[in-house]
């Protein structure tokens, strides 16, 4: 009952306001709403209505345009970036200092010592000595199980057309040498079975690196294991120094990953060896406020100023004078030949309990020089979801971030490694040495993985998985980065030299002989070179303040309107939804009639009808045969009922404005 009533309030509001129909309602808001335009649609003559219509829809259009265009830049989220400059005490960065070579060759050097020899002979042939003068005659006959794994080839391309790939160690190899001995030799590296690597010496060298998996190579075979097997892969170089490097990385990196992490540790230099002094600013320093960790690419390095285990140290003043004075030994003359080409320090400037990627982000400073390194602060904040897609601490990377186990911070480059080992340990089965492992994962070697080379080689071409992980990872929202200014010098100089390698020598070795020289010291001075550091910030280039002014600027400009004519436009749409809802019971009013009169086709009867046929015996004509003769009774007289044609009821729907009383 209730409900009805509310209907029927709604009805009479829209009888004295609106109307009954759309024409009513859409004549009624173009009468009264503070719009300009709909006004002079219904009041102004035949063709100005015209032309009021025209402009009144085409600058309706306009603003509908614009809108969609404001929204649309709402929603693409833009920023703009702002450069603010500031001064203030600022935290050292932390400082990673580790030798370009791994390890010491004279505690490495029975490890690799059949790879040694093997690299020798090889390059002896890639140089095609005489007969005569080859050291492989004297020497014990060669262990060629590594070669057969992964072999190094040459390929011949004296002929352009045919070139000819010739195993270094096939037994025709001299015939062959003579071919290619003439001016124009380009030799190439053909790596079977993993990664197979070819070197090549030339003017021209190319160098083609071959991969199969499962590599059972016998005699004179060179190239896969299975004949036409399209098990391979190929890598091209322009020298053979670079084949050979590659070459020998990836079968050191096969033995030494058998090797238990405190004896790779143990063969590395230590910190006592390597850090001869140490002073920052003002106060003294040694190897003991280093913090010692492995790092599959420079063996052991050591991170002064971490922040893992006590607070970051500040700086108090820029200047070279207030920065960090180091002295290091890199020990040139125990390098591994064919493992480190490049002899010196490599050091990286990062932030407190960060992972140092030094093979990325990292320098190098040379032997004999003083290296001086002014460093500038640039602090970078982004914005997060939904501007820019960064992380604030990793917890939303679908990447375990295997570099955890460090208890470092996150970063782009620890889940871009992680994603590549969890990769190739879910496709290889096992794990590559650069890389930490997880639990219960073993590290990629020959022995127990024949295939892993070609493995890793087609996972480190693949763009797809690449991709997947560049997806996957996030950049960090909060970055610092240091900017560094580079300056060297020779030292020490000629004329002091003598003394100062004597009193560094006799502190380190307690000798008065001299065990330092100009080959294997550097020194580096790292300090701030200004206190004034640069913030590069995001803001919102949009914002909800910015998009309804635009939109309410444009409905302005097109249309004279403000937020009370949204509200009457509101208001037309509420009251055509009401007819709407009234015209709908309506028809269903009129079906269910038509249903009724399907029922009874005839007009049913009027009051006075039925009061006759039911009160009125009289007017009854009953069938006198259907009663006997006897019992026939008489007829009575009966007074004709009123006339009732005229009691109608009136219908609900033309009720007078007084039933709203109700």
């Known amino acids: 009952m209730n409900l009805k009533k509310y209907f029927i309030r ?135 199980e590594l070669w057969h794994q992964i072999p190094l080839v040459l390929i011949d391309e004296h002929d352009k057309d045919n070139p000819v790939i010739v195993d270094i160690f096939e037994s025709n190899q001299t015939a062959l040498g003579n071919e290619t001995a003439g001016g124009n030799q380009t030799a190439a590296d053909n790596q079977t079975a993993a990664d197979n690597q070819t070197a090549a010496d030339n003017q021209t060298a190319a160098d083609n690196q071959t991969a199969a998996d499962n590599q059972t190579a016998a005699g004179n075979q060179t190239a896969c294991s299975h004949q036409g097997s399209d098990n391979c892969t190929y890598r091209n170089f322009t020298s053979a120094a670079q084949a050979v490097t590659e070459w020998y990385i990836l079968q050191s990196t096969s033995i030494l990953s058998k090797v238990p992490l405190q004896e790779r540790i143990r063969m590395g230099y230590q910190a006592e060896d390597m850090i001869l002094a140490c002073l920052y600013g003002a106060e003294p320093c040694n190897y003991k406020n280093f913090t010692q960790i492995y790092h599959p690419d420079h063996g052991n390095c050591y991170i002064f100023n ?86 604030m601490n990793g917890s939303d990377v679908p990447v375990k971030n ?67 992980c560049i997806d996957s990872c996030k950049e960090t929202c909060n970055d610092t980065q240091y900017k560094m200014t580079i300056s060297m010098a020779d030292w020490p100089s000629e004329a002091s030299e003598d003394w100062i390698f004597h009193i560094l020598s006799y502190e380190r070795d307690m000798s008065t002989n001299v065990t330092l020289d100009r080959n294997g010291i550097i020194k580096l001075n790292i300090y701030f070179q200004e206190y004034n550091y640069r913030t590069i910030s995001e803001s919102a280039a949009t914002t909800i303040v910015w998009l309804l002014s635009s939109l309410g600027g444009q409905f302005g400009f097109w249309m004279g309107g403000s937020v009370l004519c949204l509200i009457e436009f509101g208001e037309i749409i509420i009251d055509a939804l009401w007819i709407t809802i009234i015209n709908m019971i309506s028809w269903c009013k009129g079906l269910k009639q038509k249903r009724v009169q399907a029922r009874y086709p005839d007009a049913p009867p009027t009051v006075s009808e039925l009061v006759e046929a039911h009160t009125n015996l009289g007017f009854q004509h009953e069938d006198m045969d259907a009663l ?29 404005p007084d039933s709203d009383t109700e």
């Open 628 to 656: 006997p003769r006897d019992k026939v009774l008489p007829p009575e007289p009966g007074t004709p009922p009123p006339n009732y044609d005229s009691l109608r009821v009136q219908p609900l729907d033309v009720l007078g």
């Open 10 to 144: 709604a009805l009479h509001r829209l009888q004295k306001g609106p109307g009954y129909t759309y024409k009513e309602l859409l004549i009624w808001y173009c009468d009264n709403t503070n719009t300009h335009g709909p006004k002079r649609i219904i009041k102004e003559g035949p063709k100005k209505k015209l032309i009021w219509f025209f402009l009144t829809l085409l600058f309706a259009s306009l603003v509908f345009w614009q809108w969609g265009i404001l929204i649309n830049t709402y929603l693409s989220y833009n920023v703009t970036s702002s450069l603010s400059i500031g001064f203030k005490t600022m935290k050292f960065p932390a400082v990673t200092v580790c030798n370009a070579n791994p390890f010491k060759y004279s505690e490495v050097k029975h490890l690799l010592k059949e790879l040694d020899r093997l690299i020798e002979v090889a390059l002896e042939r890639i140089l095609q000595p005489t007969p005569g003068n080859s050291s492989e005659n004297a020497s014990p006959p060669l262990d060629l």
């Open 306 to 391: 971490w922040g893992m285990d006590e607070e970051a140290l500040n700086s108090s003043n820029p200047g070279a004078e207030f920065g960090l004075k180091l002295i290091l030994d890199i020990s040139q003359q125990d390098y591994i030949p064919y493992l480190s080409s490049a002899a010196g320090a490599r050091l990286m400037l990062h932030q407190q309990k960060s992972f140092p990627f030094l093979k990325d982000q990292g320098i190098y400073a040379m032997a004999g020089t003083e290296t001086s390194i002014g460093v500038l602060v640039d602090e970078l904040e982004r914005m997060g979801y939904p501007y820019s897609d960064c992380t």
């Open 402 to 468: 295997l570099y955890s186990q460090y208890n470092t911070s996150y970063s782009i480059q620890a889940c871009l490694r992680s994603c590549f080992q969890n990769h190739m340990i879910e496709i290889c089965g096992c794990g590559h040495y650069m890389f930490p492992l997880p639990e219960r994962v073993n590290y990629c070697n020959n022995e127990d993985y024949p295939g892993w080379a070609y493995c890793y080689s087609s996972l480190r071409s693949s763009i797809r998985h690449r991709q997947i």
